[in-house]
């Protein structure tokens, strides 16, 4: 995902991914309105086979990926309640997104 949604170079090719495969198409769509070349991808970050997919289709879309903006991320805390009051799936969830997703994605592309 850019991390800026200004004007695109021609040159930068950009892939997104979202769990939410409206969102992430709209964001590519606005990518490609402003002159980038975009690709968006439904995939979330705590799945292997989604993670897979993603860099498959990355690389089938612009070739090698040199750079790996990552910010995979999941969860709140509601301002009423302490880290100490949500249960283990919640924190199962957090680190599967949160921590082991970035590291994963990037593994995938480290062995490509």
Request: charged share 25%; hydrophobic share 40%; glycine share 8%.
């Amino acid at each position: 995902m850019r991390a800026s949604r200004g004007p695109s170079p021609r040159s930068e090719r950009t892939w997104s991914c979202r769990r939410t495969e409206s969102k992430v198409l709209a964001l590519a769509e606005d990518i490609r309105a402003r002159g980038g070349n975009a690709l968006g991808v439904r995939a979330d970050a705590a799945s292997q086979a989604d993670r897979e997919g993603l860099v498959a289709a990355a690389n089938d879309a612009f070739g090698p990926v040199h750079i790996l903006f990552n910010n995979a991320a999941v969860g709140s805390i509601p301002i009423d309640r302490t880290i100490w009051d949500n249960g283990d799936d919640i924190w199962d969830r957090a680190v599967q997104v949160n921590l082991m997703g970035p590291y994963k994605l990037a593994s995938c592309w480290s062995h490509r």
